[in-house]
């Protein structure tokens, strides 16, 4: 199991989706992985090409020190680009996220919202989310959860949110209210996808009458 699975309690099947297997390549240098004829990588754009990321993914993945050239100063180090892509390869996938969280498009819709940490591809696609920018999300749920009894007997999942028409995006908006304390939730069964957060269903059904007044994006 990955650390960041580790970190938190989630029932088995949550922390099932999210285990890498032991199939990932380890820690080969470029020489042997590319039998000593390495693609040169002038620039910084040729290394995201490679990698299949934009620039903005390129320079969070690569820190503060960026990226460095190779000794001889031909292209850069290509021990450097096998880690960086190393660690996109253990980025969660927004699909496995969809299905932990139990609805299609919520991932991408919470990174927008910056409440998942992720990187895109050049044209902009969700490539991958950070494991511990997942742990923090639902340890930060799990963290909000009422003991209280006062308002359970309105508790309905979040699920229903979609049958009075909100798609992933409102959803989403609906998740941060619930991580900010404006909706109240009361419980989490298992298996713990996001959607079977019992929350107050007169307090969403009033946060939903605001999304639908609220200015949409594009409009």
Known sequence: MSDAAGEMEMDVEVARLLCHGDDIQRDKRAAEFFERRPPQLATESDVASYLGVSLLTLKKISGREGLVKSVDDVGH???????????IS??????????????????????????????????????GVEPRAFASLMSRLQAVISAEAFGFESAVPLAQAVLHGMGPAAVAWLVSQ????????????KPQRVMNLR????????????????PREGA
């Open 77 to 87: 180090d290509m021990d450097q680009v096998l880690n960086l892509q190393r660690s």
């Open 90 to 127: 253990e980025l969660y996938l927004p699909g496995n996220l969809d299905e932990v969280f139990g609805l299609a498009g919520l991932t991408y819709e919470l990174h927008k919202l910056n409440l998942l940490e992720g990187y895109e591809s050049e044209d902009g696609a969700l490539i």
């Open 178 to 189: 619930v991580a900010g304390g404006s909706l109240a939730a009361f419980s989490w069964p």
């Open 199 to 214: 929350v107050d269903g007169i307090r969403m059904r009033h946060l939903i009458t605001q999304t639908r007044t609220r």
